[in-house]
């Protein structure tokens, strides 16, 4: 139902005094009884109290739903916070490289759920037979503009490197995030790969990554270091 324009300034006058007494229509059960709400597809609701109980159950259900999503985030944030100290317990106790590495890819893939990863580097790493070394154009792919100092996602990698990285399994994944290795001894990186489009989305946090790199740089240039 549309307001003719001579009677906005009524309406408007109506809604203003509603707002500031709130409780007016408490008292006003003739008005209660005659006051109906049309069916706009709703619901069943047609009184105004009727109306106004289903708005509040609905607010009451978009609070539960939000406060639901928030204790989900802190458990999730305290239980990444525990892989990522035991990480760290672990790592001091690695006796050389490839306890270190091993220790690092077993606990990204139990601790974080990691599906798929690479490990890069810019050179060959005799110490580190592992990690593929990439030549500077695949490199800068990668990076994709990006230094290699900070945690990077929403990278775009083309089918070729992806086979090249990831095997058969590149061809499924949709999203990919680097972890830095940028250490003394070591120009590299960790590339994650995942099949759901926004596990690494430009968005996603990269701070979780960061940490992960500081803890497994340190590690790595601790037993690459010359004795």
């Given at each position: ?212 790199a500081r803890l497994v740089t340190a590690a790595l240039d601790r037993c690459l270091t010359p004795c």
């Amino acid at each position: 139902m549309t307001i003719a324009p001579e009677t906005d300034d009524q309406a408007d006058q109506v809604r203003a005094y509603l707002r500031q007494h709130p409780r007016f229509l408490w008292d006003q059960e003739d008005l209660l009884h005659t006051l109906t709400l049309p069916h706009v597809g709703r619901g069943s609701a047609s009184s105004l109290l009727e109306r106004q109980a289903q708005v509040l159950r609905e607010e009451n259900t978009r609070l539960r739903q939000r406060i639901t999503a928030l204790l989900g985030a802190a458990q999730q944030n305290a239980a990444l916070g525990l892989h990522l100290s035991d990480l760290a317990t672990e790592l001091l106790q690695t006796p050389d490289c490839t306890t270190t590495l091993n220790t690092v890819i077993s606990r990204l893939r139990e601790g974080f759920q990691v599906e798929e990863m690479a490990l890069i580097t810019r050179a060959p790493m005799a110490d580190l037979p592992q990690f593929l070394p990439l030549d500077q154009a695949d490199f800068q792919e990668v990076l994709n503009g990006f230094p290699l100092l900070r945690a990077a996602t929403g990278l775009t990698l083309s089918p070729a490197l992806r086979s090249t990285l990831f095997g058969v399994a590149g061809a499924g994944l949709e999203s990919f995030a680097l972890i830095p290795l940028a250490g003394q001894h070591l120009q590299g990186g960790i590339l994650l790969g995942s099949q759901h489009p926004g596990r690494y989305a430009e968005d996603a946090g990269a701070d979780l990554l960061d940490q992960i790199a500081r803890l497994v740089t340190a590690a790595l240039d601790r037993c690459l270091t010359p004795c």
